[in-house]
């Protein structure tokens, strides 16, 4: 049997998505955008919950184009707000469609997010070396300072809890635990 991380339940979902993408460096923006919506719309709820949503989100978010959530309106607000298949919270929508627009935005100063976003680390995978999950934080400096430089251009529900929940998901940040199989 393979050893996991800690927090891996006996879940398919949780052991698919931990085995063949948390911590996996990402770089392509649409998954960039798919990971900052559903990280913002898991504040407060557990990962599970968001992951048993994703089909319905990705559906939702229109497969995550930014370009299309940027443009939705009030009555695409309400839409979402009935669908039983995502978190119907007013305030985290509202603020997945101000995160699309503030997205293109650096996109059009950078080129791209990806470029933006690895620019924090050099391009570079920041390796942990935790024995356990114990000592896995919750916040780094890297985290605080991109939670920063995001509210910053404007994006919300983002804060540095959030952020190192997502530099761990799209692998930027790399924690898997000492004794896990996926550990590099």
Request: some cysteine; hydrophobic content about 35%.
């Amino acid at each position: 049997m393979k050893k996991r991380c800690f927090w891996v339940s006996d879940d398919p979902i949780y052991i698919k998505y931990h085995d063949e993408e948390w911590g996996i460096p990402v770089h392509d923006d649409y998954k960039h955008f798919e990971f900052i919506v559903l990280e913002s719309a898991q504040a407060g709820l557990s990962w599970i919950t968001i992951l048993k949503k994703r089909e319905n989100y990705k559906k939702a978010y229109e497969n995550f184009d930014f370009k299309k959530v940027a443009l939705y309106d009030s009555q695409k607000i309400d839409m979402l707000l009935k669908d039983e298949g995502i978190v119907r919270n007013r305030k985290k929508i509202e603020a997945s469609i101000n995160n699309a627009k503030a997205f293109i935005k650096i996109r059009e100063e950078f080129g791209t997010f990806d470029k933006y976003i690895w620019s924090f680390s050099n391009g570079e995978v920041v390796k942990s070396n935790f024995k356990s999950y114990h000592e896995i934080p919750t916040k780094t400096k890297l985290s605080d300072d991109i939670s920063k430089d995001l509210k910053k251009r404007g994006f919300k529900f983002i804060g540095t809890t959030i952020i190192y929940s997502y530099l761990q998901a799209v692998g930027i940040v790399e924690d898997h635990e000492a004794d896990c199989f996926k550990k590099v």
